[in-house]
């Protein structure tokens, strides 16, 4: 994340100062600070932890330092024995501590009676519900700043590409606007590499703080699954809610594709995102209905879209000719041209409207990428921008790095993809299989330390949709990546196996695929896209597919 450029921390405060100075229109964070101080009352007689100073707040024990406060959250493994630690590495600097847990778990075994540490400690069982605004009050105390206006993506596909776009389209119309996501934190033209789509809430909130200072307008950024499980984003001013679609990743750490679902249907419920305004489905996805009962129940304005013509959707793209250089669509649309924001209905129903047509043109490849489009414009019309506008600026946008990214060569077609799951995968197929006149190769392998059950699924994925396969390994973390293509490789057949070669090196995979490549062929590296690492055994080496590509392609002669 990006680092402060104003540090708060050159002050010290008190939470009492912060229920005092707080925005009394943030209700939530009023009531849930008097709870707290209520019930830090009851447990320490001889100081009001009220009026202790502070410098700032921690999440991570190692950070803390001299009277800090310290939130002690819960493991997802659960593990008491872990949160102890970090309790008795954060206690001998912070003020107090904050804790998730209940204490009577982290010390039942009798090792540590809870009354010999050195700084009080307040059990907040539901904190997650406002830590989010709890440390934005904070770092507006000293400087308050106004937040952008923040645009939120959601999916298991297609989050980077529209958060990317919707932070161009408004940028290329005058506003500042930045990204928060897995390519990358920051404006625009300067991205910092982020280890976590959605980081904790400390980090997330520090980054919107920084941005503010920045004075961005806008911005756009990528909500996981994870994230919005876990509440990191509690507190993000969030205007515009998007919904890409829903397929199989991340079962090892959901119990199954309802509770993903579940996870992904937060970001549209207003009682977590009090600024919601407008929620923008993608109508096509089979998940959609989740979203759709969401922000209907939320009282959105609900705008969807589709590459269906036949479906009544607010933005649908009909007449779709794709080519090498982007595709020509026609925007079908009821939403009136001007001002926008401000003219939702708060329904889908759009029978009622009058339609009409706009020609769009676009530089990005791939018939996903026409929904991914699609999404970005609706978010633009919410936030205020006319469509005859959007239309006119669409020619200039560009494609995220590592999604649909073509590596320049003499002949063949190459491309980079970030395409990790078996859906995007086939989708990513499927859209090249129309422009190839040769045969379509895919290079891919499957992650360690993650959802095994997936690994056949992608490997019949790509079968599916290319004419050759390379399998070979993606970040096989502690895994062996032998392992990982054994699982890849279950319940293939004879004829699939004729058209499959197994490399486990990536570098050598890449290779092999450009020599063997013939000139009308196209070649998707996928898996990795931006990544410009390789994790083995808890060590990240430097691994850019289209770095290595590009080398590969010289070696050959064929760039």
Known sequence: MTTLTSSPSTHSVTLQQLLESGDRQHSLLQSSLTALLAAADNISEDVSVAHIPFAQFRLDSRHVAAHDVFVLLKSQTGHCQKSRNYLLQAASQAAFILSEIDPSDLFDDGQLPADVLSCPLIYVPHIRDFLGSLIQARLQYQQPSRLPTVVAVTGTNGKTTISQLVAQLTQLTGMSSAVMGTAGNGRLGALVQASHTTGDALAVQQFVYQMALEKAEILALEASSHGLDQQRLQGVPISVAIYTNLSRDHLDYHADMAA????????????????LTHAIINIDDEYAQVMLDMAHASGLTVWTYSLDASKPATFVATDITPSLEGVKITLQTDIAGGDTADKGTGDTDTGHKESRCINIVSPLLGRFNVANLLAAIAAAAALGMSLERIAKIVPQLQGAVGRM?????RDGCFIVDYAHTPDALSQVLASLRTHCEGQLWAV?????????GKRPLMAQAGLAGADRVILTADNPRTEDPEAILQDMQAGMSTAQYQRTHIEPARQAAIEYAVMQAAPNDIVVIAGKGHETYQEINHVRYDFDDSVVL???????GRR
């Open 444 to 452: 891919f392998g499957c992650g360690g330390d993650r959802d095994a």
């Open 550 to 556: 590009q080398q590969a392609l010289q070696k050959a």
């Open 405 to 409: 990214q073509r590596v320049a060569s």
């Open 260 to 275: 993903y679902a579940a996870a992904k249907a937060r970001l549209f419920d207003k009682t977590h995102f009090p600024s």
